[in-house]
């Protein structure tokens, strides 16, 4: 029995080297069935779970360290406020930000791209200028941009891709002139999975100079994310994509933008002093955080860092990258699936149509076998009119999805097939 | 998957894959758009009322097989109803796909619109099923769009 045993470890880690049976171990979540079945959860793009030890943090925090932070002499409020700035440090490493009051916790990749609307964008964008998106952005950067530009006379502009999902540069290129304000793009497509050339487009802007905002919602659990080398303006990624509960995230900028900025919410803790004539602002990062935060979450986001700081990451990410092969390879060979999104360069991200079958019905009957997928338009409408489809279904991965998944997906859709033919 | 047996019934499939009345209607004198923003299911339904009877009616759009076999059933359901019984017809219809209950008297009225019944086991997939109706109801009262979120 021990040979077999050992033939079995052996060979789940073989191809990549990631022994991803002991990492599910990490996530409770994992351990249920669904409709009788086993959980098969491919919806990492939209949320991902939660490993065991980030549960435990909050629940130390709520246990024994609950107060409110930055405001107590007492001896609770200071070892919230010691967990929280911890917390904060930690993010400041993960991505590598020269100082930790370049990271601003907000409530997600959303509210980070909202905060650098209302603080940058409504004080140095005016009428005529122009902010360049993509044709591949979510909503989350798409309609803040389009409020400030009705708001303030300015324009949107936007970076076509070709069919493969793919941006063209060139066309960006041609975009930027002297009236571009900012540049705000994705860093992965949450619909295709594309990974953009960032790097290269951030430095196209600073010809300019232009500051770029990255859209890391799909990126920063999947790679590894240096503000530094890429040398982007603003960064901003939601804790709840990440493995860390929802209500956490950050929002990167660089100190001396940051600075410059108007606040964004109003209240305590974002002040040194009030009086009915004057306000004067807090310094970095308190001047963006008005009010009591999500203290609990951005604490289990610190945990969610140090858990992927215990992992090999680098084996992580391939064998996500390997479970993306194997599925694109699985759902190709099956008669009426077409894959949307068929980027050189790809990350964890299926999304795919098949037919006349509308992603809806795929998305139930994949359900009744246990397997989550979204089933939508992935909040990127102009990305299905793009494609011309008014909705994809999504297979989204995490490093402790399995090939033996993949293979349940391709047989449930095998008989979605079956039952609509 | 006996559950989605009840759900994708034969019936509902012939209806998504060939829909009944699936055109625009030119001698519409009433429309109405409804969208399920969620899904992205998107119809227009259209209607030609005459001395407040359903003369004609049709839709358009895109949509789940649940959505598109509901508009097309729905369409042949109230052709020629009076305004007040097609208003009847989808107060029943939504009461079947939300309640338990298994009224003798809703079930007579809905006659072949019982294959939807299935769709109670589906919390998320009934405003699929709905959408139709709410946007027949919204053309039948003047209201150009419907959102069901």
Redesign the interface.
């Known amino acids: 029995m021990a040979t077999i045993e050992k033939s079995v470890s052996i060979e789940r880690l073989v191809n990549t080297g990631f022994d991803v049976e002991r990492i599910r171990e990490d996530f409770p979540v994992l351990r249920q069935t669904v409709n009788g079945k086993p959980l098969v959860y491919l919806d990492n793009a939209a949320s991902s779970q939660v490993p065991q030890v980030v549960i435990d943090r909050g629940s130390i925090y709520l246990e024994d360290e609950h107060s409110n932070i930055h405001r107590g002499v007492h001896y609770l409020s200071q070892k919230a406020t010691t967990a929280y700035e911890g917390a904060r440090e930690k993010v400041k490493r993960f991505i590598n930000a020269r100082e930790s009051r370049e990271c601003i916790f907000v409530r997600g990749a959303t509210e980070g791209i909202n905060l650098v609307m209302h603080g940058y964008g409504r004080k140095f964008i005016g009428a005529g200028d122009e902010i360049i998106i993509s044709a591949m952005e979510h909503h989350a950067n798409i309609v803040p941009w389009q409020m400030l530009c009705e708001e303030k006379g300015a324009r949107l502009r936007v970076i076509p891709m070709n069919d493969a999902g793919e941006l063209l540069l060139d066309e960006y290129d041609a975009l930027l002139n002297e009236r571009t304000k900012l540049v705000a793009i994705t860093h992965v497509s949450n619909a295709l999975g594309t990974v953009n050339p960032i790097k290269k487009m951030i430095d196209q802007a600073h010809k300019y100079g232009v500051p770029v905002l990255i859209d890391g919602a799909q990126s920063a659990s999947h790679m590894l994310v240096d503000v530094q080398d890429l040398n982007c303006d603003f960064y901003a990624f939601s804790g709840h994509k990440m493995f860390a509960p929802t209500g956490s995230g950050i929002v990167y900028g660089k100190a001396e933008i940051l600075e410059k900025m108007n606040p964004f919410q109003g209240g305590g803790d974002m002040i040194k002093s009030v009086t009915f004539e004057k306000t004067i602002y807090a310094d970095l990062p308190n001047k963006f955080e008005a009010g009591t935060p999500a203290i609990a979450s951005q604490i289990g986001l610190g945990a969610a860092i140090d858990y992927l700081n215990s992992i090999d990451r680098k084996k992580a990410a391939a064998h996500e990258h390997e479970l993306l092969r194997y599925a694109t390879e699985k759902l190709s060979a099956i008669e009426g699936v077409r894959i949307i999104g068929t980027a050189r360069e790809k990350l964890s991200v299926l999304s795919f149509v098949i037919d006349?079958?509308?992603?809806?019905?795929i998305g139930?009957?994949l359900d009744?076998e246990g397997i989550a997928v979204r089933?939508?338009?992935h909040c990127a409408?102009p990305v299905?009119q793009r494609f011309n489809v008014?909705?994809t279904a999504r297979a989204s991965f995490a490093f402790y999805n399995t090939k033996n998944e993949v293979d349940v997906l391709a047989r449930t859709i095998e008989k979605v097939v079956e039952?609509?033919s | 998957m006996s559950e989605l047996s009840e759900l994708y019934q034969q019936v509902i499939l012939d209806h998504n894959k060939k829909p009944r009345n699936f055109r625009k209607l030119e001698s519409a004198n009433h429309s109405a758009e409804g969208f399920n923003p969620l899904c992205g299911d998107h119809l227009t339904v259209y209607l030609n009322l005459e001395d407040d009877a359903v003369k004609e009616i049709s839709f358009e759009g895109s949509g789940c097989a649940i959505s598109k076999a509901a508009a097309s059933m729905m369409t042949q359901a109230v052709k020629g109803k009076s305004k007040e019984d097609a208003e009847r017809l989808f107060s029943s219809f939504h009461e079947m796909v939300t309640s338990d209950s298994d009224e003798e008297q809703v079930a007579e009225r809905l006659g072949n619109l019982k294959v939807f019944s299935g769709v109670r086991e589906f919390p998320v997939r009934v405003k699929c099923a709905t959408l139709p109706w709410h946007t027949m109801h919204a053309a039948l009262n003047n209201e150009a769009l419907v959102s069901t979120e």
């Open positions: 006349d079958i509308h992603p809806h019905d139930t009957i009744q089933a939508g338009h409408q299905m008014p909705a039952i609509f």
